[in-house]
């Protein structure tokens, strides 16, 4: 009885070995959080969480009322879950397959030493998969960690961790479609009661010149809600009132910042603006942000999809990943979630909490654009992805 017991607890113990490190490529490796750590990531006063405005805070408690951040955080982190032994070693399959895809394209990508995937409840961010840092968040939702497409979705997810790790890649990505860095800008005041937060993008760092009534403009694609106050009463998750809008920012000197205009920022629509498809492209219906055409794009890459409406997109992404392969900028990483106990050799890293960078996944089922790559309304992105070219 003894020896029966003693071989149970040898074999759930092999099996928690096997399942707690996934290599990823030679210096990354993908850890399962455990429910604690997941608390803790979730609960983390991360970038995300201090970018967070009126809106998102109530939206996300589903409240009327007002909501802190230490509030927002407490419901955040009791949304963390365990992974099952069945669920990890399915995203332990799908890991092994995407590893051995990247050995194939031959790239050495910078990401950070450690991935961390965390399961969260399906009532985290209406259950839509995201990051925070180097942390995948997979809810336990038809769209998150019991969709078919989790292979895609994993992959998507690993691009944001990757430019979050590597902000010079981010910057020579960003340029493939158009976008430039513009520091300075913050996001501004009179709109934070109705922002909505994108945990994958959150920054207003990057612009690209379009045009507004035929002239030449710089804007940053942001997401506001009609409303300052979410409606539990309508029962619609706080994503659908995100809209996506085009906020003008201006260089003044060396510094940007947002363009007012009797006395406030200048915030234009989809439909005011022209040239934002022709920078995007039209490989993906997902345009909410550059950070998330360029994921799309990554996973379509990785994917080994070969038909592109805009081919040049990741061609030249190829390209940058080839190169920055090649110039070895592993050391680049930064930002990061370290689970105790371990350590990283690259002394540059810092802990999560002190710094604010920009992330970019929030699967918008019904971004209000339109144009040929737009996404079919009542669509969720996330249940399909290849389905979004
Ligand atoms: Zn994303």
Redesign the pocket.
Known sequence: MRKHTLLALLIIALTQTAFARVELDEQTSVRFATRDQATQILGAKDGFARALGSFDRSARLQATENVSTAQVLDFMSRQARSFTDDEKSRVTELLASIRRRLRELGWDLPLPRQVLLVKASSRLENGFPHCRQNAIILPNSTAGLRNPDLKLIII?ELF?ILTIAAPDLQERLYAVVGFKPCPGVSFPKQLTERKVTNP?AFGVNYCAELEYQGRPIHATPILLSPTATYDPSRDIPFIEYARVRFLVVEKEGEKWACRYKDGSPMVLKRSEVSGYLDKVGRNTGYIIHPE?VL?QNFMFIVRGREEFRTPEIPAEMTKVLRQCSKEGTKKEARAVFRLPGQTSPRQQWVDSTSVAVPT??LRLPTAKLTGPGAPLRGRTPAASPQSRS
């Open positions: 998507h944001h994958d998330e994921a970019g996944i």
